[in-house]
């Protein structure tokens, strides 16, 4: 089983969750072009990572050789501070620590602890094009804004299947940050 990012549902309004998300490490990398682009590309530098492009920071590692990580979901992906970029991440296992997490060997990827946040989220299956995406990101912004609440960041999308998987079983989600 793939360990998925944790969270906790804090109350249900029209069209979304409000959910808590914990403190997390994740490992990232900023890349240009298209949303479909920019997906595959990401993926490839982080799967790198996830293989042993790294170096160890455990103390039963071999000096500084590399380590294999557990591949986790969801994977996100989210607007950067310019059209066509993009910020790519995911979540690592909870099992790892700012301590024992790899070193990127790629200066490209970074790693990150991203602290606890309130979010609204909605679910979908579907394909992972940016139509799909950002017509639900629209209506989630809307169903926030509706509920009484403020975002408080980029919306983020997110996949948690592998490309084979049939993709009217795909599951996907549009998480949007919230104010407290």
């Known amino acids: 089983m793939t360990e998925q990012q944790p969270y906790r549902v804090v109350a249900r309004h029209p069209g979304f969750e409000l959910r808590r998300y914990p403190p997390h490490l994740v490992v990232e990398v900023r890349v240009e072009g298209t949303f479909e682009q920019a997906a595959r590309d990401a993926f490839r530098q982080l799967g790198a990572y996830l293989r042993g492009a790294n170096r160890s920071r455990r103390a039963t590692a071999r000096e500084t050789g590399p380590e294999t990580v557990a591949m986790t979901v969801p994977f996100v992906q989210e607007e950067g501070d310019r059209p066509g970029h ?84 795909r599951h996907n989600e549009v998480v949007l940050p919230v104010v407290e």
């Open 86 to 169: 993009w910020l790519v991440w995911l979540v690592m296992p909870a099992d790892l620590t700012p301590d024992t997490l790899p070193e990127p060997a790629d200066p490209r990827v970074h790693t990150r602890v991203v602290p606890e946040q309130l979010a609204a989220a909605t679910r979908f299956a579907g394909r992972w094009t940016a139509r799909a995406f950002d017509r639900r990101a629209t209506a989630l912004g809307r169903a926030v804004t509706a509920a009484g609440l403020s975002p408080t960041g980029a919306v983020r999308y997110a996949r948690f299947d592998p490309p084979w998987k049939p993709w009217f079983l």
